[in-house]
């Protein structure tokens, strides 16, 4: 079983609708968590940090399930501009917050 | 501007010639590390540094050297490079250990025939 997974689609969406991906983790000592987007073969790019409270971003919000291992991202008012790739992000607090460990993506493609 | 310059962007090698792909930072980051990216597998982390001499191993090690001896600079090192090590290669470095994210270089896809 993977560490981290996530479905990964691709989630064809039209423009304007709500979508919403989950993502769960293995390692309950998992303390961090992350949203990053990735463009076709580009660098990752942090979009958001994960809270327990739960934490939004204009038309993004995550949030994080710790009894069940899972943290979600949901985007509002979907633009043609957030076609991606998502990327799930997992990390322990102990030795620093420096081994990220990573799902495989969920792709997004948003249409006309 | 703050980022992670990676170099070269693409290389097209040969089985067993050594080369160094080099990371290079400016936000004064103690956190460097390194990822492969492949189909199907997502990123995988290779090493990771914490400070200046200090190094330790990640998911997928084997094949690969690093070193950290000044703080910005991060390079690779693949010894005796083999067709298996063909992959989409990212550095990327952290402050605040690593509580804030990652910011990564924009990569090295390296083809070994």
């Known amino acids: 079983r993977k560490e981290v997974e996530q479905d990964p689609g691709p989630f064809n969406v039209p423009e304007g609708a709500t979508v919403a991906f989950n993502c769960t983790y293995s390692?309950?000592?998992?303390?961090?968590f992350f949203w990053y987007r990735q463009d076709c073969r580009k660098e990752p790019k942090l979009l958001m940090s994960?809270?327990?409270s739960g934490n939004e971003d204009g038309r993004f919000t995550a949030q994080l399930n710790r009894a069940s291992q899972y943290i979600s991202l949901l985007i509002r008012d979907s633009k043609l501009s957030d076609s991606a790739t998502y990327l799930c992000?997992?990390?322990?607090?102990?030795?620093?917050?420096?081994?990220?460990?990573f799902g495989t993506g969920t792709q997004l493609k948003v249409e006309l | 501007e703050a980022q992670v310059t990676q170099n070269p962007r693409y290389l097209i090698t040969v089985t067993g010639k050594k080369l160094t792909v080099t990371c290079s930072q400016n936000m004064n980051h103690e956190y460097m590390s390194w990822y492969r990216q492949d189909p199907g597998l997502g990123l995988r982390q290779i090493y990771y540094?914490?400070?200046?001499?200090?190094?330790d191993k990640g998911d997928v090690p084997e094949g690969y050297k690093v070193s950290r001896k000044e703080k910005r600079n991060f390079p690779l090192i693949l010894e005796s490079p083999s067709p298996n090590q063909t992959s989409l290669y990212f550095c990327?470095?952290?402050?605040?250990?690593?509580?804030?994210?990652?910011?990564f270089g924009s990569g090295t896809r390296l083809t070994v025939v």
């Open positions: 992000v997992a990390a322990p607090l102990t030795g620093g917050g420096n081994k990220l460990t």
């Open positions: 990327a470095s952290s402050g605040h250990r690593g509580l804030y994210g990652y910011t």
């Open positions: 390692n309950s000592a998992s303390q961090s």
């Open positions: 994960v809270y327990s």
């Open positions: 540094s914490m400070n200046v001499e200090v190094t």
